[in-house]
């Protein structure tokens, strides 16, 4: 199980990226995905969770009218789209999954901790 995520950058305050998060070992339509971000100084938070068979993603509230997660089957590859950029956003961008055939996905979903298979990250800085 591999994970590789990218698209990260430099990008003013009020502008768009798009982060990609290539799978490898599996297909993303049978695990369920999660982005997850860590500022400098402060706690890894599950930003968003893509559910497995379904696609059905949530986001945390602070960027659930900003961001957009898709999903490519062909491409095997998971996607946050985010737009209207903050400061604040600023981060290394993770996407993970895990061993999930005990949970539903909803329940995956809650549970940070049992993401265990992790991308290297991606930097996203928003600044003038």
Known sequence: VQLQASGGGLVQPGGS???SCAASGFTVG???IGWFRQ???KEREMVSCTRRSSGRSSLTGSVKDRFTVSRDDVKNTVYLQMN???PEDTAIYYCATGDQKAYT???FCTSPHLFTYWGQGTQVTVSS
Do not use: E, F, M
């Open 39 to 41: 500022a400098p100084g």
């Open 105 to 107: 996905s909803d329940y």
């Open 30 to 32: 049978d695990y369920v």
């Open 84 to 86: 209207s950029l903050k």
């Open 17 to 19: 990226l798009r982060l």
